[in-house]
Every structure is written in structure tokens, then in C-alpha cells.
């Protein structure tokens, strides 16, 4: 679309229709957009595009958030990527979007299938059930997780040593610790991605099944060939929004773990809250923080260009 | 014959295995909320012992007294409603606001902000968070709920939600209102705002459940345990000692999630449909 010219029809408001001059009429207008945009830009603008910029002046600066600031160039980000505890932090988040993302996915699809047959009584009943947890936090949803798993008192530990399966303390464990701040993300996010796989599956029209059925197709060549297909986009971006999801964990490895033990949770967004406000070593932070906004940045684009050929597909 | 009707009872064995097998998927789902429920009605030798339990043998409301005097939750719970509710309703208003002038007032430069709003999405909070909070304490909005409100005042996932919906509404009725001379403020508030109600309440539960249930907020612009919210007031109870009051944390924890399971009750269709819709956009 080209700018807008003269051309292009617009409503005369009636102020104009009014008989006061059209001069005055238009300034009016622009003060009357100006009005319904403001509070939202001004909030915007402030909180958003502001903290953007200055979050990359910081991350060349030796910030502290006390005296002086000077500029350091390059050495927070050489830092960045030199320093084998922040690099680590990064593998580590890495592992973790590695151990969520697939899992959450997979799962929901899953579920999103079962809740979507026709065969399964109550069907209603589960939709409800299976989504609850997506109601409860990532700290609350930690703590419960916490205590199923406890080595002394914790239900699930005992069950499984009922059963046999001696998991220790997995939270004290440098292997076992990032699996389980990533089993609690994914008991509380599938739910969030099944709703979204269920809204695709239903606008799967249920005549492709009739006519992959009528041609012999069994289950699994039914979902191969039409399910999946169909589905494309929606996995695409429910990948992409899961592995986002995944940069940014925080809230149960805060509360299980605290990033331990021997750093082996320590993400990148617990790094930052590290660095920034415990440490208040802010320049770093940021340039940390500038990573982190790059690696979103690249796959919220990856999703744009996805969503938009999925628009394209559905018109 | 004989085959139809063992088919048929084939049919009926697998639908009947299928329906076991989500109803130990959907018990396993349940579990951690079970063991918040129950555990919060525990007595601290229950909670301690071995072999776990599941159920309480003896009820008790002892947790729940033990977290009031723990911390500030009363002050807590007052805070965590005014702090999701604060952000919801600016939010709704601001954002709404806005939407309208995007979606019905043509004005040059509109697509380019457009733009420029879905653009900013791309930004997580997490990597601004440093000059947000070098803002807010600029302000002299640090443990106030000034800042933990105004900088969501606004969002642009609100603005372009709302826009969408604002476009699928018909024209007719605003450009019949326009013609009888109504302002656009009039016709805002009296003929588009009664007919989004749907999108609205949509993002406002979203809105309130995300910031509900947000730790890291909270826990950056509030440094005095007395302005926290429900949920990074509960992290404070783990303390360094490593003893965990499990007890107190789930009676805690359910008085976290009830006013929200409580909103899912009532609205529990939209509910659904509303994370569905904002995820499909």
C-alpha cells in the first residue's frame, strides 16, 4: 500500500459538514486521534521502545546503577560470550528449550487429538480437566512439583520407589535438576498449546477423514497424510511460541533450584536477574539481555512469515 | 454377521480402553493440583511423614492461619488483586483506546504505527527489564503500585487484538451515529465498546491471569515483602536453610489459584476459547 493521498476516500467528519471551516475541522480531527492514541502510545513509548534503546547504550557502558558510567565498547559482549559461566547459561537454556519444547509439543498434540475424537465419552469433561493447569503459575505449579518429588516426603518419589525406581534428590542432582524445571513447564504449558492444536484440528474438514477412510487409509496413514499436512502452520507456530517460551524460563528454576546445583539450571534469564539486580552489574546485564532479544527477535520473525502464509493459505 | 457384531464389540473395547487411558493421562495432569488441595488441609506431622499420604486423616485449618502470620498475605491478596486488576483495566482502556483510533479513524501514518505496535511484540519484557526498572526508580515508583501498573498500562498484543475485532464489527451502525453527529467518543463508548464485550473480556482475562501468576515483575519493582503479590510472596517461604514448609506453601498456593479457578468456572467456554483465540490471533 502506498501512502495516503488525496485520493483515498476519507470520511468528512461532521464538524466539516457542520459549516465551520474545513481548516478547523481537520485540526480538530488530528487532536481527536491524537487523544484516543496517546495513552497507549505514551505508556509505549516509555516502557517499551525507550527501555529497548537504552538497554543497548547500557550494555556498552560499565553500568553499576551507582557513580559514573563509562563506555567499555565491545567488552561486555566479549564477556558475553567468553565468560563459561554465562556461556554455560546459555547451553543451559538451550538444553532446557532442547527438553520442553518437544516434549510440551508432542503432548499436546496428543491430547489435542484425544480430546478431539468423537469416540472419547465426555470429551467435554476432559477439555475442561486437562486444561486446569494453565489457571495455576509456574511458581505455585513449581512448589507442588517440589514437594510430589521431595527425596523424604514426596509422594511421586514414593511411588516410584514402590515401583522400584530410586530417583534421589532430583533438584540436587547437576543431571536430573534441568529435566525437572522443564517437566514442570511442561505440565503447566501444554495445555496452552493442546487448546491451539485443537482449534486447528477442528478446522479440519471431517469429509478429508471420510475420504482417506473410503480409500483404505488406516489411523496412522490418516494422521501422516491428513492431520499432519493440515496442521503444518499451527505446529509451526506452536514451535516457535514453545522454543520463545523456552528463552525466557525463569519462575520455576527461581524457586526450585535458584539456577543450581553447581549453576547446572542457571538460564539465561536467571543470569540477567543476576547480573542486574543482585549483582547490579547492569552494562553486562544488558548486553546479556541484548542476546536474548536478538534470539527472540529472530524467531518471532521466523513466526510472522509463518503466520502470514498461513493467512495466505486460509483466503 | 457374527464378525459385524465382534467388530462392533472391538469397537466398543478399544473406545472403552481409550477412555481408561485418558482417565490415567487426566488423573496424572491432576495430581500436582490434588496435592496442593489436600496438603493445605494437613497437619505438619502429615505433611512430614513416611510413607506420604494423599489424603488428610485429619483436617485442619492450621495452614492456612500459619501463612497469615508468616507474611503480610492479607496484604498480599489485596495487592495481587489491585496489581492483575490495575494492569487489566488500564490495559483494557488504553488499548481500547487506541484500537478504535486504528481501526475506524483513518488517519495518514496509521498502517506505519501498526507496524511499529506489532513490531514491539517481538520484545520480550525480560531483556528490558533493567531501564524499565531504572525508569520506574526514577519515578520514585519502586514498592508502589504505580510501578508495578503503569508500565503494562498499555500492551501492544491489546492494541492489535483489539484492533482485529474492532474491524469485524459492520461500519454502519458508527457511520449512522456519525451522520446524527455523534462524537467519536460517544460512538467509542456507545456503539463499538457494548458490541466488543466478547473481545474484551477475553483479553482481560488473559491479562489478569498473566499478571495473577507473573513472578518475575513482582519480584524486581517491589523490594518490601508488604508491597509483593500472592505469587512472590510464596518464594520467600523457602528459605535459605532448605526446610521447606510444604504445608504452608500449598495452603498459600490454593489461595492463589482459587480466585482464578473461580473466574474459569464462571466463564470456563470463553475461557478456553479466549487462550485459543490470542494463540491463533
Known amino acids: ?315 | 454377521m457374527t464378525s459385524l457384531s465382534s467388530r462392533v464389540a472391538a469397537r466398543r473395547v478399544g473406545s472403552g480402553l481409550f477412555f481408561v487411558a485418558m482417565l490415567v493421562v487426566a488423573l496424572l495432569v491432576l495430581l500436582p493440583i490434588v496435592i496442593i488441595v489436600f496438603t493445605a488441609f494437613k497437619p505438619v506431622a502429615e505433611v512430614n511423614a513416611f510413607p506420604p499420604s494423599l489424603v488428610p486423616g485429619d483436617w485442619t485449618l492450621d495452614n492456612f492461619t500459619r501463612i497469615f502470620t508468616e507474611l503480610p498475605f492479607a496484604r498480599l491478596i489485596l495487592n495481587s488483586f489491585v496489581f492483575a486488576g490495575g494492569v487489566t483495566l488500564c490495559a483494557l482502556v488504553f488499548d481500547s483506546l487506541a484500537a478504535y483510533a486504528l481501526a475506524r479513524m483513518d488517519f495518514r501514518g496509521s498502517r506505519v504505527l501498526l507496524v511499529i505496535i506489532v513490531a514491539s511484540l517481538m520484545i520480550p519484557f525480560q531483556a528490558t527489564l533493567i531501564p524499565i526498572y531504572q525508569l520506574v526508580a526514577e519515578f520514585g515508583w519502586v514498592n508502589t503500585f504505580w510501578g508495578l501498573i503503569i508500565p503494562r498500562a498499555a500492551d501492544a498484543f491489546g492494541i492489535f487484538f483489539l484492533r482485529q475485532f474492532f474491524l469485524s464489527l459492520p461500519r454502519d451502525l458508527d457511520n449512522a451515529a456519525r451522520i446524527d453527529g455523534a462524537s467519536e467518543f460517544r460512538i467509542f463508548r456507545s456503539i463499538v465498546l457494548p458490541n466488543a464485550v466478547p473481545a474484551l473480556l477475553t483479553l482481560g482475562i488473559y491479562t489478569f491471569v498473566n499478571n495473577w501468576n507473573d513472578l518475575l515483575w513482582p519480584l524486581v519493582f517491589t523490594t518490601k515483602q508488604e508491597m509483593g503479590t500472592i505469587t512472590s510472596g510464596l518464594t520467600l517461604l523457602t528459605g535459605p536453610s532448605g526446610i521447606v514448609p510444604y504445608g504452608v506453601m500449598m495452603a498459600g498456593s490454593l489461595i492463589a489459584v482459587v480466585p482464578l479457578a473461580v473466574m474459569f468456572l464462571f466463564v470456563q467456554r470463553r475461557f478456553i476459547e479466549s487462550v485459543a483465540s490470542t494463540g491463533l490471533k
Open chain 1, 1 to 315: 500500500m502506498t501512502a495516503p493521498t488525496a485520493s483515498r476516500p476519507r470520511y468528512r467528519p461532521p464538524a466539516q459538514l457542520g459549516g465551520r471551516g474545513p481548516i478547523r475541522g481537520r485540526a480538530k480531527r488530528r487532536l481527536q486521534i491524537a487523544a484516543f492514541l496517546a495513552p497507549a502510545l505514551a505508556i509505549l513509548a516509555l516502557f517499551v521502545f525507550w527501555p529497548m534503546l537504552s538497554a543497548l547504550r547500557l550494555s556498552f557502558t560499565d553500568a553499576s546503577g551507582f557513580g559514573r558510567e563509562q563506555y567499555i565498547g565491545l567488552e561486555n559482549y566479549v564477556e558475553v560470550f567468553t565468560d563459561p559461566d554465562i556461556v554455560r547459561s546459555m547451553g543451559n537454556t538451550l538444553l532446557y528449550a532442547v527438553l520442553f519444547a518437544p516434549a510440551a509439543i508432542v503432548l499436546a498434540l496428543l491430547l489435542a487429538m484425544a480430546i478431539n475424537s468423537p469416540r472419547l465419552p465426555l470429551r467435554g469433561v476432559f477439555r475442561t480437566w486437562l486444561f486446569l493447569p494453565f489457571i495455576v503459575s509456574l511458581a505455585v505449579a513449581a512448589f507442588a512439583w517440589q514437594y510430589l518429588l521431595d527425596p523424604q516426603v514426596g509422594l511421586l518419589n514414593y511411588w516410584l520407589q514402590v515401583f522400584g525406581v530410586r530417583i534421589g534428590n532430583v533438584l540436587q542432582d547437576p543431571v536430573l535438576a534441568m529435566p525437572t524445571v522443564a517437566l514442570v513447564a511442561v505440565w503447566k504449558s501444554f495445555p496452552f498449546y493442546m487448546i491451539v492444536f485443537l482449534a486447528g484440528l477442528q478446522e479440519i474438514p471431517s469429509s478429508l477423514y471420510e475420504a482417506a477412510k473410503m480409500d483404505g487409509a488406516g489411523p496412522w496413514s490418516r494422521f501422516r497424510n491428513v492431520t499432519l499436512p493440515l496442521l503444518g502452520n499451527t505446529t509451526g507456530f506452536v514451535v516457535i511460541i514453545a522454543t520463545i517460551a523456552a528463552l525466557q524460563a525463569f519462575d520455576q528454576i527461581y524457586v526450585m533450584t535458584g539456577g543450581g546445583p553447581y549453576k547446572s539450571t542457571q538460564t539465561v534469564v536467571m543470569q540477567i536477574y543476576q547480573s542486574g539486580f543482585k549483582d547490579l552489574d547492569l552494562g553486562f546485564a544488558s548486553a546479556l539481555s541484548y542476546v536474548l532479544l536478538v534470539a527472540t527477535l529472530v524467531l518471532s520473525l521466523v513466526q510472522f512469515f509463518i503466520t502470514s502464509r498461513r493467512e495466505k493459505d486460509a483466503s
